[in-house]
């Protein structure tokens, strides 16, 4: 069971590298996102990109929650929530190469300052505490997104 937790909340093993784990989340996410558009699977307006991330926050939730008490509290090696960061960051945004670069540097930026009180959300007990954060950046990200899509 463990075997599974960790894939799902270090996306796949991305949590576990040396330099900077939660950028390597994000563009495990980044990469998600380009193989969904390269099969065609969905798009980034759709129920089903919508019903992704809710399932896979749940599992980053559930998983978080049982690796906490192996590897203490709000683990580095836990990036499932920058995946899902990215992922919101995304919703009803086309794709595109350079949307997803956007996206990608507004999340980070509002996933590393925590601003506008994302770093509250961290008080969350468990796995809830350690995806809110992320999931309130990726709003914040998406938001400002929009606007630099419907201005330029």
């Known amino acids: 069971m463990k075997i599974i937790h960790t894939l ?9 590298s040396p330099f900077a784990p939660g950028t390597a989340g994000a563009i495990v996410a980044c990469a998600i996102l380009w193989l969904i558009e390269k099969l065609d699977l969905f798009t980034t307006y759709s129920i089903s990109f919508i019903l992704l991330i809710i399932i896979c926050t749940v599992l980053g939730v559930i998983s978080t929650n049982y690796l906490e008490k192996h590897w203490g ?10 995946v899902i960061g990215m992922w919101i960051t995304m919703i ?16 980070r930026f509002f996933d590393i300052t925590k601003p506008l009180g994302i770093r509250k959300l961290e008080n969350f007990p468990g796995g809830i505490g350690v995806m809110a954060d992320d999931v309130l950046a990726g709003i914040y990200a998406n938001i400002v997104l929009q606007l630099i899509i419907y201005f330029i």
């Not at 799902?8 to 576990?16: L, S, V």
């Not at 509290?73 to 920058?82: F, G």
């Not at 009803?92 to 999340?107: E, K, Q």
Request: proline share 6%; aromatic share 20%; net charge negative.
């Open 73 to 82: 509290k709000d683990p580095s090696k836990v990036v499932m929530d920058e």
């Open 8 to 16: 799902i909340a270090t996306a796949f093993g991305a949590g576990f």
């Open 92 to 107: 009803f945004v086309p794709f595109s190469y350079l949307n997803i670069l956007l996206a990608f540097i507004l999340f």
